[in-house]
C-alpha cells in the first residue's frame, strides 16, 4: 500500500470499489485536517489510536481509540489531533465518487 503524504501527515487506500473507498489516515501530533465537506460521498471513521478533537458541523467532541463519527454527505468535518502521537483512523466513503476533487474547503491551515 502506497503511503500518499499531505501537510498534516499521510494516508493509505485499504480498499476501492466502484461504490466505497476505506482509507487509512495518519495525523501527526498538533496538525489538523482541513474543515471541509463532500457533495458525493459520507464518511465514517473509527479512530484507532491517539487523541483527538472533531468537529462536525461546528460541534467540537474529543476522541480516543474505539470512538466512531458518521459524517453524512455535505456536512462540515474536521479531525485534529492533539497528543504528542500520531492519531491514527479508519476511513470508510460511501457514495458515488471518491476523487480528492470532491473536498470542499471551508478552512485549511496549508493555505490550499
Same mark, same amino acid.
Given at each position: 500500500?502506497?503511503?500518499?503524504?499531505r501537510?498534516w501527515?499521510?494516508?493509505?487506500v485499504?480498499?476501492? #470499489? @466502484? #461504490?466505497? &473507498?476505506?482509507?487509512?489516515i @495518519?495525523? #501527526?501530533?498538533g496538525?489538523r485536517?482541513?474543515? &471541509? @465537506?463532500?457533495?458525493?460521498?459520507?464518511?465514517?471513521?473509527?479512530?484507532?489510536?491517539? @487523541?483527538?478533537n472533531?468537529t462536525?458541523?461546528?460541534?467540537?467532541?474529543m476522541?480516543?481509540g474505539?470512538?466512531?463519527?458518521?459524517?453524512? &454527505?455535505?456536512?462540515?468535518?474536521r479531525?485534529e489531533?492533539?497528543s504528542?502521537?500520531?492519531?491514527v483512523?479508519?476511513?470508510?466513503?460511501l457514495?458515488?465518487?471518491?476523487g480528492?476533487?470532491?473536498?470542499?474547503?471551508?478552512e485549511?491551515?496549508?493555505?490550499?
Amino acid at each position: 500500500m502506497k503511503l500518499i503524504y499531505r501537510p498534516w501527515g499521510h494516508y493509505q487506500v485499504i480498499s476501492l #470499489d @466502484t #461504490d466505497n &473507498q476505506v482509507k487509512k489516515i @495518519t495525523v #501527526d501530533s498538533g496538525k489538523r485536517l482541513s474543515y &471541509q @465537506t463532500h457533495e458525493k460521498r459520507s464518511e465514517y471513521w473509527v479512530i484507532v489510536k491517539g @487523541t483527538g478533537n472533531v468537529t462536525l458541523d461546528g460541534i467540537n467532541a474529543m476522541c480516543v481509540g474505539g470512538d466512531a463519527f458518521i459524517i453524512e &454527505q455535505g456536512m462540515a468535518h474536521r479531525i485534529e489531533n492533539i497528543s504528542e502521537d500520531e492519531l491514527v483512523f479508519i476511513e470508510v466513503q460511501l457514495g458515488i465518487y471518491f476523487g480528492e476533487d470532491d473536498i470542499v474547503r471551508i478552512e485549511d491551515d496549508f493555505g490550499r
